[in-house]
């Protein structure tokens, strides 16, 4: 029998922000993040879940 799993890593960092107010930085973040300023790695790993999916 088989089985399939869905495995989940959640990766996190603080960034801050300098701006004129929580708007405009959101905007400021998500330009870094798209534009590849901001870039994820193993380092920033918070947490794994595992889920199952199904039997086959």
Known sequence: ????YKIVET???????E???SEKAWE???????????VLSA???ENVEF???NDK
């Open 1 to 4: 029998m088989k089985y399939q």
């Open 51 to 53: 889920y199952p999916i």
């Open 11 to 17: 990766l996190a960092r603080v960034i801050e922000i």
């Open 28 to 38: 400021k973040l998500e330009d870094m993040y798209y534009n590849g300023d901001v």
């Open 43 to 45: 380092d920033d790993f």
């Open 19 to 21: 701006a004129d107010d």
